[in-house]
């Protein structure tokens, strides 16, 4: 059956490199099973692979049917044991009968598997795997996530997060109509560890306004609100570009540099519309460049069912940086927000692989049946391989001379070469540091918040630094925003800028810089030059966002520069605001002239239909 062949392979190292799964499935012009199909096979049993591993090793089917893969044998198991139909292949071909002769011990010890983990039936385990974020979560040698006592383990899912469009609605008319039959919790964690990824609860987030969350598996995408634009699917950690912003109408027309799909976007305009000083006779205009003509056309769709067609004019076919800052529209541009390509290194679901996670058993698994002695002398004389030659020479990377398939089996890399990973993040903050620099330069600008969705430093604090170190900043008088000035809901985020990352850069370019505690105990010379007093207060004043952890955000940095007076007379941060998953939900854009690439083309929306 060539859809088991087919999907084998796309666990298959290919060139000595990993794309993400869809790039691999529907870029393959090799398959001859519908390419849909071998996605689907391919991610489920990916997904049971932690349980389905051990159910192999422990049946012992490898050992018994030796021309079968440990990468087929995880496909045909799945879809003996959990597919609706079963395996999709007539019941008297070779993978069928391989696999189906042995359904009686295999399904036993899946049902130990599911007891041992504390399930009362198939369908409770299969609602907890369907909702398990696998990656990173402890593995027994068995292949079952458990605790150090070996019960099941703890699991903390990604949450649904959902901003609340106040363009349109309310979070207390959300609350009262949308939401009204979920239960209110009151932190993130009851969210993120909640056994049923279903339970109608939602939690009203703390740190940007007008933002809840909801379990992994709410499904809102049919729901009223989500259909006429009053919700929106955004990550937490997307919302801080637009909020740490903090346009005021007063401050002039913003940019949106790199803006589809257009969660930040209208983000933006939702914020200026909830400033108090908003109103007909000062309505400044948020202009939204993508040069991308396509990608223009996502972000026309979701602006206009958002409702805020008459506050942006989207700039599609528009390059950033060809904008020329001294001339009309630019030269009135008082606040940027630049979003630009990234690595996208700290989307959820996304390892720098790309590959879901697989758990592959052992080839051959030890017998505790004995052999008489003439079959081990015939499959000498036949040349075969001997049980015990195969457990001396078989590894993860290998396969019996007899294998049937070529697949090459081993886990996928959890990134790329380092020699090439280093060269793309080059590539890529060199763009963005161009991109940030040319914010610099437009003359009426006040404040710029940059960000990526990425976890490297060469993408987030060495930008930064640059940037500050650069002619432009200091000729133009730009510094970084410092936490104590920063918007409430950002000043008290914990997670803040990698401090070693600056240290080691400061060294680097023979930077005079105090690595103060914080207390303020910089040199004057630093101060004037790079606009800030030691590298703590640098370290402070840039956020961060980690994937993976109790906060439920995925991993992302931002940071906010300012010029001229802005903060004097701000009593630290607290500003009147009042309002309130994309790199929008992981979202990198597209590339740039130099070849800066985004993620493989993999983008997602997680906007409205």
Known sequence: MSLYYDAASMLSERNGEFGSLKSRVFGSTNLKSKPIQVFALVSEASKWSFVLKGVIEKSQLLLHERKLSPSLAILLVHDLLLAKKGIAAPSNHPLNVAVSRHRARLQAELTKARVRLGFSSLAAFKEYVDAREPAGEPVSKDGIETNDDGHRATVSHHPRWVRINTLQTTL?????????????????????????????????????????????????????????????????????????????????????ACAAPGNKTTHLAAVLH??????????????????????????????????????????????????????????????????????????????????????????????????????????????????????????????????????????????DKPSKLHSRLQALSAFQLRLLLHAFRFPQARKITYSTCSVHTEENENVVLNALRSSEAKKAGWRILPRHLQIKGMRDWKIRGERVAFVDMSANMDMDMEKGDGGGGGSPTTTTAYGFRNITELAEACIRCEKGTADGTQGFFVAAFVRGGFGEGVDKGEHTQSHSQDKEDGISKASDDNGESDSNGSETWEGFN
């Open 274 to 415: 909830q400033s108090s000083a908003y109103s007909s006779d000062s309505k400044p205009t948020i202009y939204a460049c993508e040069r991308d003509l396509s990608r223009a056309t996502t972000l026309q769709k979701m602006v206009s069912t958002a409702g805020a067609s008459k506050m942006i004019s989207i700039k599609a076919g528009q390059d950033f940086l060809r904008c020329d800052p001294m001339k009309k529209p630019w030269c009135d541009i008082g606040a940027l927000l630049l979003d630009p390509s990234c690595s996208g290194s700290g989307i959820v679901g996304r390892d720098e692989g790309q590959m879901p996670e697989i758990f592959l058993p052992s080839q051959v698994q030890e017998s505790t049946v004995s052999r008489p002695r003439k079959k081990r002398k015939r499959a000498e004389k036949a040349g075969k391989t001997t049980l015990s030659e195969l457990s001396k020479s078989t590894t993860k990377s290998s396969q019996p001379e007899e294998q049937p398939v070529p697949v090459k089996e081993e886990e996928p890399k959890g990134e």
């Open 172 to 256: 207390d008319e959300q609350l009262s109509s949308t939401f009204a039959n979920y239960g209110k919790v009151s932190s993130i964690d009851e969210i993120t560890t909640c056994q049923s990824q279903s339970a109608p609860i939602v939690h009203v987030d703390k740190h940007v306004p007008n933002l809840v969350a909801v379990p992994a598996k709410i499904e809102l995408s049919n729901t009223s609100a989500y259909i006429a634009g009053s919700l929106i699917l955004q990550d937490k950690a997307s919302c801080f570009p637009a909020y740490l912003l903090d346009p005021k109408p007063e401050e002039g027309d913003i940019v949106d």
